[in-house]
Every structure is written in C-alpha cells, then in structure tokens.
C-alpha cells in the first residue's frame, strides 16, 4: 500500500531533525508540523529563539509578518500556520554575525541544506510558493533589487524537481530592514499580499468563504 503525503512528510522531517551537515550552525533543525498543502512559505533561517519553539517566525518578525497576513485578508496566525507549509532555506540557526546581527548563511550552508527543500516541493508539488527575504527569493529567480520582483507573480519551473508553480516574492518582515517601510516599497508589498490572498491556492488552502469569493 502506498504511503500517504503526510506519512511520507513525517519521515523526511524524521530525517532532517538528525541532520548536522553544518558544524558552524547553532541549533537543530528548525520546523513546524507536516502540514499538507499546495502552498509553501519558504524563508531565509530561523532566528535565535526560534530552535526553543521549533517553529519558524516566532517573535519579532513574524509578528510583523502575521500583521502583515491578516490586515491583508483577515487570516489570523493560527490558521495560516495550520494551513500553509512553512521551511527555510537553511533550517538551522546560523549564530550572530560581527555586526550582531545573524550570520548569513554561507554558500556551502545553502547548498547543504537545498536537499530538504527539493525533497518537500516533491513531496507537497506546490502550487504557490511564497517566497520571504532576498535569500529565499534568490533559491527561485535572480533578485538583484526587490523593487523588481514583489508584487508581481511569476510562473516558477523548479529545475531540481520539475515541478512548476506560481512564485509571490515578499520582503523580510525583519525590523533590519526598512524596504518595506517607504514607498514604493510599502505599495508593492501591498500588491504581493493581495495577489496572494486572491491566488485560487491561497484560497483553497485557508478555505475561508469569504477568501474564496475573492479568486
């Protein structure tokens, strides 16, 4: 009898919660539970406090991130969470950088760690994926300037997998960064959440009434 998606999800996340492919990492595997979705957020890496919650965008910046969901389409945290595949591109906290902020992962890290994403957009075959921060965003498409990806939808074929799938950028909700606080920067932002709340997956996936009249 063939496994299910989320018997097959719990033994990939089985596995990865072993993975100490990174010396220089400072913390487990970060992830959530194996939500079966056709959406997935993918972000950067998990902050300092996030390995003792074992879940990603746990303070700060998922707060302005949840902020961000619910003023745009009513979704409030919980039901985003329970609803939506949530991973980054590095699954381990990388440790402070010498400007005290986090260390960005480097590129043998993100390279390291590719495998865990490939095996879940096989898994989940998605079809939106939300894509948060520069770093995240660059693992799907050239960002040179967020100015020229967010708040626009672009169709994704992710070469590893082959699986093809509708991409919205965001920026990092993180208080680092001031993009999305100026225009025009605070339009497009808006737009991106719009097209997301009105996407037929985002849709389907909260399966809110309301949201569905809205696609």
């Not at 879940?120 to 960002?143: D, H, K, M, Q, T």
């Not at 996936?205 to 309301?210: D, S, V």
Request: a positive charge.
């Amino acid at each position: 009898m063939m496994a299910s998606a989320e018997e097959v999800l719990r033994e990939h996340l089985a596995e990865l919660e072993k993975c100490r492919r990174c010396p220089n990492m400072q913390s487990a595997p970060v992830f959530g539970k194996p939500v079966i979705s056709k959406v997935m957020l993918v972000g950067q890496a998990p902050g300092i406090r996030e390995p003792g919650a074992n879940q990603l965008f746990t303070w700060t910046a998922g707060r302005t991130l949840f902020r961000w969901v619910e003023a745009a389409c009513g979704v409030e945290e919980g039901l985003f969470r329970a609803s939506v595949y949530m991973v980054a591109v590095c699954r381990c906290f990388p440790g402070k950088g010498s400007g005290g902020g986090d260390r960005a992962p480097s590129s043998s890290e993100i390279g390291n760690c590719s495998s865990w994403l490939e095996r879940e957009i096989e898994i989940l075959r998605p079809e939106l994926v939300l894509a948060v921060g520069r770093l995240a965003i660059n693992r799907f498409i050239s960002c040179k300037k967020l100015d020229d990806v967010i708040g626009r939808i672009q169709r994704v074929l992710h070469e590893p997998t082959g699986v093809s799938f509708d991409l919205i950028p965001l920026p990092h909700p993180s208080g680092v960064s001031r993009w999305h606080q100026a225009e025009p920067g605070r339009s497009l932002l808006n737009q991106a959440l719009q097209l997301m709340s009105q996407h037929p997956a985002f849709c389907q996936a909260i399966a809110k009434p309301a949201l569905r009249r809205n696609c």
